[in-house]
Structures are given as C-alpha cells and as structure tokens.
C-alpha cells in the first residue's frame, strides 16, 4: 500500500473469502464524509457481484472507536453559509447506505467497538451481524445539537424494548454494550482482545463458525434495572410531561433523567418525540428513512442546529441559546412543519407510496 493510499478515508481489502472496509480518520474519530459514504457504497456494488467474496466486515481504524458520526462539521457550514443544499444530498446518499446495508444479501459484520454514534451506528446497527465489546459506547446524541436522531435511528430505538428507545433518543446518554444488545442494536458480545483473531478466521470459515468461540455473556445491562421508570414516565404523549413525570417519580436516576432534557434543544426533543411515535408505525426501514430526510432537511432552516453545533463542537462552549428556548414556546405547528413533504425532493426509498404513508 502507497503512501496516499493509506491515507485515504476509508481502506478496502480482501482476505480470503471476507471483504474489509476500514473508516479511516482516527484523528475525526472516523467521522462520516460525503466522499467516504460513495467509496463504501461503490464497494459494496463491487463485491455483491464478486462470487469469492462471501463476508463483509467493517471496522475502525485507530483505538478510539468505530465512527463518531457525520461530519456535522461540513453540515454546520452549509447551514450557516451556504443553501443546505450539500448537507441534504449528503444525508440523501448515507441514507440510501444504512438502506442497503440492512438489505444487503451477504453477512455484514459490524465491529462496533469503541465508540459508534450517530451516523456510525447508521453504519453498523443495519448489518446483519453486529458484535459489541466492553468497550463499546453508543448513541444517538443529536437533539444536543439542535438536530434529530436519523440514519434510521428512529427505526431502532422505536422498536427497543418498551420506552428504552425513546429515553435514549430523547437524552442522548450512552450506553454499553449490554444495553445494545438488550436494546435490539447488536447481537454478539466479544472481548475486544479477541477481535483480531475473530477477524483473521472470517478469511477462512463462515461467520458464524468463527464467531463461536469467542462470542460470551455480556456485561449486565444498566437499563434493565431502570425499565420501571423510564416505561412509566416516557410513555407520556408529550415532552412536557415527560419532564414532569420524570421529576415527580422519585428515583435519583430519573430526575437526573429530566434534568439532561431541559438542557437539550426544545424543538428538536420535540420533533424527536413525534418521529419515534410515527416510526413505530410506518413500519419499514425505507419510510423511515423517508421520514428522517424530511425531518432532517427541515433542520437546516432551523436555528438550533447551527447553534447546536457551534456550541458543542465548533466553539466548544457547551453553552447553545437554543430558539425557542423552552418546551412551552414550541407549538405543534412548529413540529408538524418538520415532517411537510418534500414534493420532488423526496428520498423515495419506499417508492410511490411514501408520500400518503409517511404524512399520516
């Protein structure tokens, strides 16, 4: 391998009958670019078609984790600067990814180890075979960026076990790896030292062989303990009465619960809320995805998610003026604007009939 080609942002290689990509900005915690969602993708439609290729596995380079999300970055900028326009055909193709890779014909390995948030769980949690290791921490930490949980987030954290899903969507908190697995976002727990042997045997035998002997119990899982309350409280129809039900309960962990709430942004817990409800019955991943789009174009015109972002990750300030600044000064119609049709700008992953399906 040259020089330039080991810094390129994702690396491809094949072993054997297994087929390998690799995200490669350690430095960015492996952020998702524009570029690198149309490298996997074009490898993907390579090895679809290559007979001797029979397992896929993605990983991260570097110690730190496995993708820390998009490059909310470059998303910043077009929103303040520029016309969205990027930002949405962006989404438009990492959106079409998690698609293909939830339907993609041959065993998709995921690594989730180390850190998977945001777009990297978009990246691994659609695979088909998803391994977690002590290591791993994982979230979906976007309305603390004035933004919504997409890559077909809302999908999975709707389907989670009773109101896990929407306590996690709504905080943003991260969990370990045997949260993942009793939330539905992984199937396989494995030490991280026994990665690399796991990964040299999927050269020669089938997943499921390799994964055998390496694969243990899990971690207990921290939110099992917790479901009496989360189910209790963020069964509410609204944000406001989550909060409320949060603070008048009576557990330490739940009034914590309320407090990372009122610290995040409004509209965006609010829009949250309604797209975990609505996600529960569309159904399929594709209207989902078509829903996230519209959701996640409509944040673009929406101050929260440059404020969000300048905040948390540009000035570092942890400080955003969130607009509106309370639950109360968020009308449903503020809400429901999120979710209006894009007319010929729709994704379309599910076809004809996303439009009447996805607006009731």
């Not at 001797?52 to 380079?61: S, Y």
């Not at 075979?129 to 309305?143: G, W, Y």
């Not at 996600?279 to 404020?307: I, M």
Request: glycine share 10%; proline share 6%; net charge negative.
């Amino acid at each position: 391998m040259t020089g330039s080609e080991a810094d390129a942002p994702v690396l491809f290689h094949t072993a054997g009958r297994a087929a390998h990509i690799t995200l490669n900005r350690p430095k960015a915690l492996n952020a998702l670019t524009h570029e690198m969602v149309g490298l996997i993708d074009e490898a993907l439609t390579g090895w679809e078609q290559d007979p001797a290729v029979e397992t896929v596995v993605i990983t991260g380079a570097g110690e730190r984790g496995l993708c820390a999300g998009g490059d909310i970055r470059a998303v910043h900028d077009d929103a303040r600067d520029g016309d969205g326009s990027a930002a949405a055909a962006f989404w438009r193709d990492e959106y079409h990814l998690n698609a293909r890779i939830a339907r993609y014909p041959k065993p998709y390995v995921a690594v989730m180890d180390g850190i998977v948030m945001g777009g990297g769980v978009g990246i691994s949690a659609h695979g088909g075979v998803r391994i977690v290791t002590e290591r791993s921490r994982i979230a979906m930490p976007e309305t603390g960026i004035g933004f919504v949980p997409d890559v077909g987030g809302t999908r999975l954290l709707a389907l989670a076990p009773g109101e896990l899903g929407t306590h996690l969507a709504l905080t943003g908190a991260q969990f370990g790896p045997g949260d993942a697995l009793l939330c539905g976002l992984a199937d396989h727990y494995v030490p991280s030292a026994a990665l690399g042997d796991l990964v040299d045997d999927l050269a020669a035998m089938p997943v499921r062989q390799a994964l055998a002997p390496r694969t243990q119990t899990p971690p207990e899982a921290g939110l099992s303990g917790r479901r009496e309350w989360i189910d209790t409280c963020y069964s509410a129809d609204t944000v406001e009465e989550i909060v409320h039900r949060l603070l008048a309960h009576g557990a330490p962990d739940a009034k914590e619960a309320a407090e990372t709430l009122l610290t995040k942004s409004p509209t965006s817990l609010k829009v949250t809320l309604a797209a975990l409800r609505r996600a529960r019955r569309l159904g399929s991943l594709e209207l989902v995805l078509d829903q996230e789009y519209r959701v996640s174009c409509a944040t673009l015109t929406s101050p929260d998610l440059v404020e969000g972002i300048r905040a948390q990750i540009i000035d570092k300030d942890r400080n955003p003026r969130w607009s509106p600044a309370t639950l109360a000064e968020v009308a449903d119609a503020d809400v429901e604007r999120f979710f209006a049709p894009l007319g010929d700008r729709e994704l379309g992953l599910a076809g004809t009939t996303t439009a009447t399906e996805v607006a009731r």
